[in-house]
């Protein structure tokens, strides 16, 4: 199953780079079915469908490494000052559990009413809203790992916070990493194609997997390529990405 | 539990406190002022700033701050950018959304109990059918199927309304089973997990060799222990399904809280989407003391 995920992630990855493009308008062949030269069909203005969901999807893609990779970073940094004897948590615990009460769409509608549309602001919404989660449980990964008996070991031979970080917890954390990496990306997909559909997203001319699909609404009927394509991209990548992430549904013999 | 609560309504003031001071920040950085909207471009140099003194904006920052929380708290919203008041527009539109919520709730209930316990025998074909729809379900974008489902049953099949609130109850129904659907997802993991795990241990042993089938088991001693996790998570999916509307509701037309958001978000209108966040952060807030009570309640853990 992980295999098959891997392998469809690549495929979707390596399509992402090949056909990416906006796209010429040329209104004279508006709305066509696909054909072998556009073989996703064309869009109201004309536009090949194919080449904006490539560069749809690889702006997608961007969009949640980067959500990914700051949250982890984040992550990191937080279970390190969690370490230090000294650190008071209460106050990063409080305000993490107060934004827990926004979710995250509402949030980035709000962050974009404020600061406008575009991809640096995106990033830097949905990151924010990843915040809460992240502090919480880091800190409990870094609890559980500090209680294990060679960290106070480590701790009772005077090593400093910094070693014992690099080579008694990180190394722990790599599972937590790993899932929590996977479950940001997939909710980053997600999110960034429902905030593009809504028109809060991706700006404009940019393509994105979910204004390619609110681009489709006015001609839902005739237009079925406009649906199928971009749908059926965003179901493999979160599907597959769900099979990579999750541990097998079992808990009982 | 009242420390509990105390501590929720004290976070809850944190994110509201911290909420109206974006929006604050945002309006007081932004360039000019309402004295450029509301007075007329001949106005003399005194006119305008007679206007500003009565309108408080000669002030010191940190006193209209404070003026601005004090109206902030008391529900005293401006206008908004496009002229109506902001207050009128989300009393109008918080029954909508928080009909909304309850109606997917039900129906993300309806859809997993069901599901999650016919479905525990590991090996069996039901058990591998439900975990792939759940795998399916939780991969649809909610606007995706919201998009879909209108596509089938309104254009295609002409059940139910495509969008609006003009047929009443029925116009309900295909925003609340898009949201019921993603999110039953959740509720058959959880609660299959917890089922299989109380079916191995003792009890559930004991049950199965009297001669119970597993169903019968899980129903007759899973259900109870169950019910305190079902409350949390039925919380916490409270909580993402009132921002899950934002979508739904601007697919469907209908006009709640998430589709006010959404509008004030492409109007770049930050006193709007301030007040509709407040009202959100205090709804989840509300909710998540609710689940907690709940969760307390039927826990004899929890219960000291």
């Known amino acids: 199953m992980k295999k098959a995920a891997l392998i469809i992630l690549f495929t979707i990855f390596v399509f ?8 010429f308008t040329d209104l004279q062949i508006r709305l ?17 469908i194919l080449s904006r969901c490539a560069l749809g999807t690889l702006i997608s893609i ?35 559990d107060s934004l827990k009460s926004i ?8 962050v974009s009413a404020i600061a406008g549309p575009g991809i640096a602001v995106l990033v830097i919404s949905l990151s924010l809203s990843h915040i809460s989660d992240i502090s919480r449980t880091s800190y409990a990964e870094s609890r559980r790992i500090s209680k294990e008996g060679y960290v106070e070991a480590a701790r009772a031979m005077n090593g400093s916070t910094r070693w014992i970080f690099l080579h008694h917890v990180l190394p722990n954390m790599k599972g ?19 905030l593009s559909f809504l028109g809060c997203g991706v700006p404009q001319p940019l393509p994105s997997l979910g204004s390619i699909l609110s681009d489709a609404r006015p001609v839902m009927t005739e237009a079925w390529w406009m649906i199928l394509f971009p749908a059926l991209i965003i179901l493999l990548l979160a599907a597959s990405l769900q099979l990579l992430g999750s541990k097998p549904d079992t808990t009982a013999h | 539990m ?22 604050f920040l945002f309006s007081s950085f932004s360039e000019g002022d309402s004295s450029a909207y509301i007075l007329s471009e001949s106005s003399s140099s005194e006119n305008i700033e007679s206007y500003r003194e009565n309108a408080g904006l000669e002030d010191s920052t940190i006193k209209r701050y404070f003026a601005f929380l004090a109206s902030f708290f ?33 129906i993300a209930l309806l859809i997993a109990l069901p599901l999650s316990y016919i479905s525990l025998r590991q090996t ?10 759940a795998v399916i379900s939780a991969s649809f974008p909610l606007f995706l199927i919201a998009m879909l489902s209108v596509l089938l049953f309104s254009v295609k099949l002409q059940l139910f309304p495509a969008a609006g609130l003009a047929s009443g109850f029925s116009s309900f129904i295909l925003p609340s089973l898009s949201l019921g659907v993603v999110y039953s997802s959740l509720f058959i993991r959880v609660l299959r997990r917890k089922l299989r795990e109380i079916l191995s241990s003792p009890a559930g042993f004991y049950a199965l060799s009297a001669g119970m089938s597993m169903e019968e088991a899980a129903f007759v001693i899973g259900t109870r222990p169950a019910i305190p996790l079902l409350a949390a998570v039925i919380g916490e999916s409270a909580v993402s399904i009132l921002g899950g509307s934002a979508i739904i509701e601007t697919v469907f037309a209908l006009p709640g809280l998430g589709s006010l958001l959404v509008k004030a978000a492409l109007e770049r209108d930050a006193m709007l989407s301030g007040a509709a966040v407040a009202v959100i952060v205090i709804i989840t807030g509300a909710i998540s003391i609710i689940s907690e009570i709940v969760i307390r309640v039927s826990d004899p853990k929890g219960r000291k």
């Open chain 2, 124 to 133: 069996s074909l039901r058990s591998k059918a439900v975990a792939a729809f």
């Open chain 1, 16 to 23: 992402s780079l090949a056909f990416g493009g906006v796209g």
């Open chain 1, 176 to 194: 937590y990493l790993y899932e929590q990496g996977i479950s940001v990306f997939l909710s980053s997909i997600i999110a960034e194609s429902s």
């Open chain 1, 103 to 110: 979710p995250s769409i509402v949030l980035a509608l709000f």
């Open chain 2, 74 to 106: 008391s529900g005293d919203f401006d206008e908004s950018i496009s002229g109506y008041p902001i207050k009128d527009a989300i009393v109008q539109r918080l029954p909508v959304s928080l009909f909304l919520m309850f109606f997917s709730i039900i």
């Open chain 2, 2 to 23: 009242k420390r509990y609560i105390v501590i929720r309504i004290l976070s809850l003031l944190i994110s509201l406190v911290l909420v109206s001071s974006v929006v």
């Open chain 1, 62 to 96: 961007l969009i949640a490494s980067s959500v990914t990779a700051i949250s982890l970073a984040f992550g990191i940094l937080l279970s390190f000052l969690y370490l230090h004897p000294s650190f008071h948590e209460g106050i990063i615990l409080s305000v993490s």
């Open chain 1, 32 to 48: 066509m079915p696909p054909s072998s030269e556009h073989p996703f069909g064309t869009d109201m203005l004309g536009r090949d």
